[in-house]
């Protein structure tokens, strides 16, 4: 015992295996990073707190805040959710994502899930009933959407799109003022269903393994018709939030810029459906300036 307590040999094999392990942790803090997709669940906290605010700040309070938590946990529980049932497919389209790059077990990724689901559902009770039963709600969808909806084409696409608005209207509704919101809910609603049916253009060699997506019903050029209707009538709605007073007049400096970067976005895949691949990436873009011009409208 004494010989391996004063052995340098045996103090440095210590030394590397600690090395090692805290090596190892951080490659699982990274892992799990980049399972959660934390710019999506930033995102969608900034929904939140809009959803929350569009009535003036002066609704900002404790539960907004928990909100925003119970939003960002809901959103990295459903990444992590996704993955675990689409590991198989991400290993040909997302071959560097967690679980199919084996930097995390598809068990460690239901269970982080899981676990996010758990406390998003506690911190919604903490504030309404209301919060609690949309997050239940959601995760209910979310179950459906993995087992039925996905290989539904259109169906699976709305009920992603329809998680992703409702994070406005759930901020509003955690300070007792849904109504405002509703308009920026069906917005974000129209984008993420557009911005949806093309990343699955994009996907479809992956997609093709396991899933029965808008693009293989309809064909690739269709699907891309209709993401161009869908983008010409939210365009067209983005002027109501200030039109109607929700917010200021400021929000349309930001967002009409905004709607000319997806109004070339889809230009782009129009003319050539190769660039594909650039019209989801300048749509993400245009999102976030989205946003931007959201709570410039609430601010000013």
Known sequence: MSVLLTN???ESSFADYNHIKKHLGVNKVKAYLTLIRPE???MGLIITFIGGVTGGFRYASFDLLLAMIAVFLMTAGSMAFNDYFDWKIDKVAHPKRAIPSARLLPREGLQFALLSF????MLSLAINMWCFGIIAFGIGFLVLYEKFFKNQALVGNIVVAFLSGVAFIFGGV???????????????FLVMLDREILMDVRDIEGDVLKRATLPMKIGKKHSIYLGCIIMVATIALTPFPAFWGILSWWYLIIILPVDLLFLYAVLL???DI???????DIMRIGMAFGLIGFIVGVVM
């Open 8 to 10: 340098p040999m045996n």
């Open 40 to 42: 999506v669940c930033i």
């Open 118 to 121: 758990f406390i998003a559902l």
């Open 174 to 188: 955690s300070v007792g003022r849904p109504y405002d919101a509703v308009i920026l809910s069906v917005i974000a």
């Open 269 to 271: 895949v129009f003319r």
């Open 274 to 280: 190769q660039n594909i691949s650039r019209t989801t």
